[in-house]
Nanobody, 114 residues
Framework: QVQLEESGGGLVQAGGSLRLSCTAS????????MNWFRRAPGMQRELIAR???????NYADSVNGRFTISRDDDANTLYLQMNNLKPEDTAVYYCNGQSNLSVWGRGTQVTVSS
């Protein structure tokens, strides 16, 4: 069973940047698509970025132009570069890999202060 583990969260001021990583215990090539979700306090989990095995990407309107998703299957890692962070980006961020199954990480907290 493949496992995913996020890292890179933390506290940052508005306008700052963070880079999240999601490392898999096995090759990420098994996932046809990989995703970043987030759950803000009192809110439902939200899909914010997706990358397909071929490299195509999609973003939620709320992060488009500020966040960049990428994957390095050789390094078994998914990334999320987050720039120009806003207080409303405060949430727990989860990585997810999907193929014939769906695998989730435990999440990493991102807090953006105003």
């Amino acid at each position: 069973q493949v496992q995913l583990e996020e890292s890179g969260g933390g506290l940052v001021q508005a306008g700052g940047s963070l880079r999240l990583s999601c490392t898999a215990s096995k090759s990420t090539i098994i996932f046809s698509n990989m995703n970043w979700f987030r759950r803000a306090p009192g809110m439902q989990r939200e899909l914010i970025a997706r990358i397909l095995r071929g490299g195509s990407t999609n973003y939620a309107d709320s992060v488009n132009g500020r966040f960049t998703i990428s994957r390095d299957d050789d390094a078994n890692t998914l990334y999320l570069q987050m720039n120009n962070l806003k207080p409303e980006d405060t949430a727990v961020y989860y990585c997810n890999g999907q193929s014939n199954l769906s695998v989730w990480g435990r999440g990493t907290q991102v807090t953006v202060s105003s």
